[in-house]
Each structure stands twice: as structure tokens, then as C-alpha cells.
């Protein structure tokens, strides 16, 4: 078996592959000892799945054939794009940690649940685990961030305004313009804080001075202000009809929803327009890296945030590097978001630490091919373990691993008889219930069922219709317990719908494929084997009780 861990890596044995690695590497080392190190900017969304106008596919309609994104695809088209990227875990603090330190989540102690645990009187695995940006700070790197971003002390001073409260979000805040010459103000407004947080790290950095900037937006987090995504973008709810995946109701409220997603994804395009302007402006564009990426797919969606299926666990990730990386090329290797961590580091010239389970994309980078570039890439492993704290009694998580591969997704569910969204709280029989009003408002999750997935239109279209005899489907497929293993053939079944494991015909290659994920987990001391995830420090030995919790919203939570 081939792993992507530092640790598991096979001894190297000379082979063509192996040998123009080689090659390219030691080019590589002479060519940074006689260049100038690059800069590096990693523009880091909260909550953006692989949506962007790039990674549309003409043999499959989606959501991509809608949303307009010319500067994300304008990037893609001057770089690389990765086409098997997947978060380390499908979930903000866990997906994070992983990037942070280069390492499976399962390894990252405090960062492995979302708000989560209780480590005062236990030694913390992440405090020990290398951390990037503090090494290439020790490199001579200038490093900085803005909003919501990974744990690290930057050398440059962060604006008082880049913290998660004074982010101004774009749906939302320009939505509560009451004329279009007050949205025009807010959308400017907008524009000016995206400008001021690149130019002031531009400013800040000496010219002689290489920098780390990662930036990190908010606005395809929800809540979204309902109706925005056709309001403020154009994008009309319709124009979805038959573009949905499967495992979504295509229907008007539905539709308004992702239409709306979808504007906020337009958002983070803006955005990016921006930062490659100042770049360019300040003539500091051809010696950047400019990455771009999210930490977990779509949320308030059947299959998205916090689900190891594609909509919630496959990335984006798209790289340029003028003069470096060959313009317009994509990249079919499988690879993890923790991944960028011994990158970034071996970019800088830091030797990447052997605690690192991720391994450095340099050779994709710059190869000259499209395709597959290192057939060994050929899997990704990723998982979950909690999410929202109080979304089952106990508040105990739902463990899933998945290996990935180009043609079938393999999960285990480690306690199936546990709710994979959290419980139905108050779901009675028939339709007993909450409304859809309720289930729709974001800020009533802290209540509502299902609190793994959140509150959106979506959510509140399936809950309330889940006793209508062509609806309930839906219902079934979202929510409903999962077996211990589920195995899904991409090539036939790419909406992941038809669980395959334990048919006959299945049998070998689910067996084969749960062997080389569970070595992957033996070997890096995964502690869910022993359950240890569901106990102290992990769990809190008091539950937390089911009340309004302070400061629940995003906006308002501490940077990590």
C-alpha cells in the first residue's frame, strides 16, 4: 500500500517517475537558491465547495454551468487546477487544524472536534505538531491573516477590522440597502475592506522581504440573506431547473437556496478580482503563489458540510505561479488540503518536518504535464468526527473515515447506530414538528433537529415534507441511519445514492479498499480505533446543556 504520509512512504526505488522527481527537484533547489523566495497568499473561504465556473463538466449539468466566476477561472487558467483535491475533514475547526500542521485530523487534539472538548488538565497533540506559518516566520518570512483563518501570532500587525466581527459579509450586508444607491454604497464598502487587507499587507511587508498572507471570507458560511442570489448577482433561481444533483429536491425553494449560495460564491470572485489587481499594482504579482481553497463544501445541504460525500469533502484548489507553473493545465492526482502545509514550507526552503503527514505538491506544481503526474497519487483519505456539540445526547460525534478513490468512495461509519446529521429533536410522528419558518432561520439550530447540517431553505423543505408519499425519499436518503460500510461507484453513481457494499459482486474491492484505509489509520495512531474520541479530553465530561449558546454566531466566534 502507498500512503501519502511522510512516515508511510515506501523506500524510494529509482524508476522514470521516480527519477525525473528526482530531477525536478534538485532543479528546483537550484532554482530557489538563486531566485528571490516567493511570496505566498492563500485565499482561504469559509464554507466553499468546488463551485466556481472552471470546474464545470459538459458531460454533466450542475450548479458550475451557472455560477459566474471569471476571476477564480482566470486564475485557472494562469495556473493549475487540481481536480481530486479533498478537505481533510468536511468541517470548519478539524479542516483547519489539518492545514495548520499538516496532518490528519484525527492527530490535532483540541482541533479535531469544532469547539469541542476539554484540555485543561490534558496535554494538547496540536501543541506539539509543527505549525507552518511559524516556520516560515523563522524562515524570514513576513506572515499576516485577515478574518476567519488557522491559530497562528503573525509578525505583521493585523487591522483591528479583520477579525471575524468586523467582516462585512457580502449578501447580507449590502442586502440591507433599501435603495440601490444604499447597496451600491455597501457594495463598496465591501470592495474598500477586501482592497484595505491585501494592500496593507503589501504595504506593511519590506520590498526585500518575502510574506505569508492567508485571507480568509466568510460569506458562502450561512446565513444568507434569502433572495440575494437573484437579487444582487442575477442569478435566477429557474436557471437551475435540472442542474441539481439528485439528492436534491429540484424545486423553487431549493433552487432559491443554492441560487443564493451560488451568489456568495460570485462574491469570493470579486474578491479574488481584487487581489490579483493589487498584486498586479503593486508589481509583486510575478513572485507570488497565489492558492486558493475553502475548508469544507456546501452547507445546509444533503451531502455537503460535514458528510464525507463529494458535495461535502471534495475541493476546490487552484494554484498560480507566474514563470513556474505552466498557464492552463489541470491536475488529475488525488491529493489532501494538508498537503499545503509541506508545500508552502518547501517553496520557503524549510526542511518539511517528519511530524508532517502531508506531502509536498511541488511536483505537481511543475510538471509540465496535464493529467496524472505521480500515479502513486492515486487515493485521498479524509473524515469526521463532531461538528455541532449538543447535535446528539452525550454530546458524542458521528465517526466516518472515507478513502477516495478515481472510481468509488468507501466509508466506514464507526457507530451506525448513531444519527449521521444528529438527532431528530423534536421530529414526532406524522407531521409533528417544526415548521419550515423555523427550520429555514439559521439562528434557530441550536434547537432544531439534525444539528450537523444547518438551517436553511433546503433543510426545512425536506423536514417538513417528509411524510409526502413523493417527497419522503429525500427525507430517507439525508437523514436516515447509515450502515457500517458504504461503498458507491463514481462512474455509475457520481450523486452517491446507491450504497453497493455488501453485494456479492462488491465484496473484494470493498474488502481491499477497507484494508488500505484502516492501515492508514493503524499507522497514524488514529484515536478513534479506541473510541478514545468519544471520551475526555475529546468529549466533556459534563454535557453541555441544551440552551441558547453565548456568542454561537459565526460572526462573533474567536479566531481559530
Not at 175 to 184: I, Q, V
Not at 202 to 223: Q, S
Not at 268 to 284: H, S
Amino acid at each position: 500500500m502507498v500512503s501519502y504520509s511522510c512516515a508511510l512512504l515506501p523506500p524510494f526505488r529509482p524508476s522514470q517517475l521516480g527519477l525525473a522527481l528526482l530531477f525536478l527537484h534538485t532543479a528546483t533547489t537550484d532554482l530557489f537558491a538563486t531566485e528571490a523566495k516567493p511570496n505566498i497568499v492563500l485565499f482561504f473561504a469559509d464554507d466553499w465547495g468546488r463551485h466556481a465556473g472552471c470546474y464545470a463538466d459538459p458531460k454533466r449539468p450542475s450548479p458550475c454551468d451557472i455560477v459566474q466566476t471569471p476571476n477564480i477561472d482566470k486564475v485557472a487558467q494562469s495556473g493549475v487546477r487540481f481536480n481530486h483535491a479533498f478537505y481533510s475533514c468536511p468541517q470548519c475547526t478539524p479542516s483547519r487544524g489539518a492545514l495548520l500542521t499538516g496532518s490528519y485530523f484525527w492527530r490535532c487534539g483540541s482541533s479535531a472536534f469544532l469547539n469541542g472538548g476539554d484540555w485543561k488538565s490534558h496535554p494538547d497533540p496540536l501543541a506539539v505538531l509543527p505549525h507552518f506559518p511559524q516556520l516560515l516566520s523563522e524562515a524570514g518570512y513576513a506572515t499576516a491573516r485577515a478574518f476567519k483563518t488557522i491559530h497562528f501570532s503573525p509578525n505583521l500587525p493585523t487591522a483591528s477590522t479583520e477579525s471575524i466581527k468586523g467582516y462585512l459579509r457580502y449578501g447580507l450586508h449590502v442586502a440591507e440597502g433599501k435603495t440601490p444607491e444604499e447597496r451600491e454604497q455597501r457594495r463598496n464598502a465591501v470592495i474598500a475592506q477586501t482592497r484595505e487587507s491585501i494592500v496593507r499587507v503589501l504595504n506593511a511587508c519590506p520590498a526585500d522581504k518575502p510574506f505569508f498572507f492567508i485571507f480568509g471570507p466568510i460569506n458562502t458560511h450561512r446565513p444568507y440573506a434569502s433572495g440575494s442570489g437573484e437579487a444582487l448577482w442575477g442569478i435566477t433561481p429557474d436557471s437551475l431547473k435540472g442542474k441539481l444533483p439528485a439528492y436534491l429536491p429540484d424545486v423553487p425553494e431549493v433552487r432559491t437556496d443554492v441560487a443564493d449560495y451560488l451568489g456568495e460564491v460570485q462574491a469570493l470572485d470579486l474578491m479574488v478580482g481584487i487581489f490579483t489587481e493589487e498584486l498586479e499594482k503593486a508589481g509583486r504579482a510575478q513572485n507570488t503563489i497565489l492558492a486558493l481553497t475553502g475548508d469544507n463544501g456546501t452547507p445546509g445541504l444533503p451531502h455537503g458540510k460535514t458528510q464525507l460525500y463529494d458535495l461535502g469533502s471534495h475541493a476546490p484548489l487552484i494554484v498560480r505561479w507566474p514563470g513556474h507553473i505552466q498557464p492552463g493545465r489541470t491536475v488529475d492526482d488525488f491529493v489532501n488540503l494538508m498537503d499545503l502545509a509541506p508545500t508552502f514550507l518547501e517553496i520557503a526552503g524549510v526542511p518539511t518536518p517528519i511530524a508532517m503527514d502531508g506531502v509536498s505538491l511541488l511536483p505537481q506544481l511543475l510538471s509540465p504535464n496535464s493529467g496524472t503526474v505521480d500515479p502513486q497519487r492515486n487515493f485521498a483519505i479524509y473524515g469526521r468526527e463532531r461538528h455541532y456539540a449538543t447535535a446528539r445526547p452525550g454530546n458524542v460525534p458521528y465517526p466516518s473515515r472515507a478513502i477516495r478513490t478515481q472510481t468509488h468512495l468507501y466509508i466506514h461509519n464507526f457507530k451506525p447506530e448513531r444519527w449521521p446529521w444528529g438527532d431528530p429533536f423534536g421530529i414526532g410522528s406524522d407531521n409533528d414538528g417544526p415548521d419550515a419558518a423555523f427550520v429555514a432561520n439559521y439562528e434557530n439550530l441550536w434547537e432544531s433537529p439534525f444539528r450537523d447540517m444547518d438551517n436553511s431553505l433546503t433543510k426545512a423543505w425536506i423536514v417538513t415534507h417528509r411524510t409526502d408519499p413523493a417527497s419522503k425519499v429525500f427525507y430517507e436518503n439525508t437523514f436516515g441511519q447509515r450502515p457500517q460500510e458504504e461503498l458507491y461507484d463514481i462512474s455509475k453513481d457520481p450523486d452517491q445514492l446507491h450504497n453497493i457494499a455488501y453485494q456479492p459482486e462488491s465484496q473484494t474491492l470493498q474488502q481491499k479498499l477497507s484494508a488500505q484505509l484502516m492501515e492508514v489509520l493503524q499507522k497514524t495512531h488514529d484515536p478513534r480505533l479506541d473510541d478514545s474520541l468519544d471520551r475526555p479530553p475529546y468529549v466533556e465530561a459534563k454535557p453541555q446543556p441544551q440552551t441558547r449558546p453565548k456568542n454561537r454566531h459565526p460572526l462573533s466566534v474567536p479566531l481559530q
